[in-house]
């Protein structure tokens, strides 16, 4: 039998994982997709194991342990990558993908214009880790670099952010809010049915004043357990923080 090229089972695994976190539902460590993958990383291990441990952390996220994902992710950040770059990226995005927005926002905010991301990337991972300001900048950097973004892309992010700095929330502060939202998620083990959260923006445009950027978490459950789900949220931020501002609201709602 011919052995399979590393670069290969690289691909076929992000294919594949990729598939599964599209269906926006957690799945069981016992099944047998989750065990076979798990065994492609073992031999992807053997000849590159930063996108091994990758995939890892990515499986341990499916299955909802968030911790198990963690620490494959710091193995990875302690083996030398090809591109920096990649690594501050991946890493981003799966610690977002498990609602760690504090600790994801620290790596998204490492990542240049010049990073070498394709702008579906840079805009998929600014909106994943809701850090507005920074892919903000990102995209007005990256234009001048003759890269091509979507219209409504950049227009929401210089909303948004325009909107924040109004207001004097950087994003970690929208992180802080969004890490309480995210432990209640992740205790009912709860994945955002869609690539990032939902963001829209209240302002001029649509008469609503204050101005305000509403993030919602859109996930798989029915209306009485959402509108469960957001009093607890809410109540825990209230207890943590003594509030929300009045530019920023965060919701979940049923997908």
């Not at 539902?25 to 989750?34: K, Q």
């Not at 600014?126 to 979507?150: D, H, M, P, Q, Y």
């Not at 207001?167 to 992740?186: M, N, P, Q, S």
């Not at 501002?245 to 979940?252: C, K, T, V």
Request: net charge negative; hydrophobic share 40%.
């Amino acid at each position: 039998m011919v052995a399979i090229a590393p670069q290969t089972i690289d691909k076929d695994l992000t294919d594949k994982i990729t598939k599964l976190i599209f269906q926006f539902e957690h799945i069981s460590a016992d099944t047998f997709v989750f065990k076979q993958l798990y065994a492609e990383t073992e031999k992807l291990m053997k000849v590159n194991a930063s996108r091994a441990h990758l995939h890892q952390a990515s499986l341990h996220f499916l299955i909802g342990d968030f911790e198990g994902a963690k620490y494959h992710l710091r193995v990875m950040n302690g083996i030398p990558p090809e591109s920096y770059q990649d690594l501050y990226y991946n890493t981003s995005i799966v610690l977002s993908n498990c609602y760690f927005y504090s600790e994801a926002i620290e790596y998204f905010q490492r990542v240049n214009a010049a990073s070498g991301l394709e702008p579906y990337q840079i805009t998929g991972g600014g909106f994943n880790c809701l850090a507005f300001i920074k892919l903000n900048k990102l995209i007005k950097e990256s234009l001048k670099l003759n890269l091509t973004f979507e219209d409504k892309d950049i227009a929401l992010a210089e909303k948004a952010s325009a909107i924040l700095e109004t207001a004097e929330i950087i994003d970690t502060d929208v992180a802080k809010y969004a890490d309480v939202f995210g432990e209640v998620l992740r205790e009912h083990e709860l994945m955002i049915a869609g690539y990032h959260p939902t963001v829209l923006i209240g302002d001029d445009d649509n008469n609503w004043h204050p101005h305000t950027v509403f993030i919602i978490f859109k996930v798989k459950t029915d209306p009485e357990t959402a509108a469960g789900l957001y009093r607890e949220s809410v109540m825990r931020a209230i207890d943590k923080f003594g509030g929300f501002p009045e530019a920023l609201h965060m919701s979940i709602e049923v997908a």
